[in-house]
């Protein structure tokens, strides 16, 4: 389980990309990269990290659910996750 603190700065993160993500677009297709740069430097998409969205663990992230694959198995094996089941042959 991530820290705290890891966890609100991610989410942090990821209200300043949407706030400024239309002011973004706008300077890219103007080519004024000076003005692009005075931008936060936390408004940049390139600095989200996937995570997990109930642990917040940032290795082994399954992208198709938003998961870890250690809460993925745990899910899978409960049966809360519709349509997976163990693979056996």
Known sequence: MAKESVKARQRKREKMVAKYADKRAALKKAGDYEALDLLPKNASPVRLK??????????????????????????????????VKKASW
Do not use: E, K
């Not at 996937?50 to 992230?61: M, V």
């Not at 659910?65 to 409960?78: E, P, T, W």
């Open 50 to 83: 996937n995570r997990c969205q109930l642990t917040g663990r940032g290795r082994g992230y399954i992208r198709y659910f938003g998961i870890s694959r250690i809460q993925f198995r745990d899910m899978a094996l409960n049966g809360l996750i519709p349509g």
